[in-house]
């Protein structure tokens, strides 16, 4: 449902000034490129072939680490998130090397573990779109 409503909010079209001012702009447009490659990585295409689209989406995910730490943002559900992403891909890389030494480019556990990663991606998108929106801690949240 999270992701959803997150695909919901790219797809209008929230404009910079509906943005609270600790919306971390750097993190929003390294989000903004992580939905559009999750949605459109792998599309229509065989397991196999995904590698390249599935390598660049762990590349931008570690993009928004990196800003997630720089902005001290981690919570629990965030490090969950990541942490099913790491073992998803781990899990596609070994069903890649099972495939190829199978031979077979339909690969069902490959197959399953495409779909299980680009799961995985889309709860942490959601996830890092809930802690770039929140509150920081105090800010905004003080009573008039």
Known sequence: MACVAV??????????????????PELGATLASLSRAVEDGCAGTAPESCAEE????????ER????????????????????????ARLLRLAAAAQARSHGDPHYLPLRRAVAAERLAYRHLLASLERIRTAPPPGEGTEPL
Request: charged share 25%; glycine share 6%.
């Open 7 to 24: 695909l919901v909010a790219l797809a209008t079209g929230c404009r910079n000034d509906a943005v609270p001012s600790w919306g971390y």
């Open 54 to 61: 599935l390598d660049r989406i762990h590349a931008l995910a």
């Open 64 to 87: 928004a680490f990196a800003e997630v730490l720089d902005h001290r943002l981690l919570d629990d559900a965030y490090v969950g998130a990541r942490h099913e992403a790491d073992r």
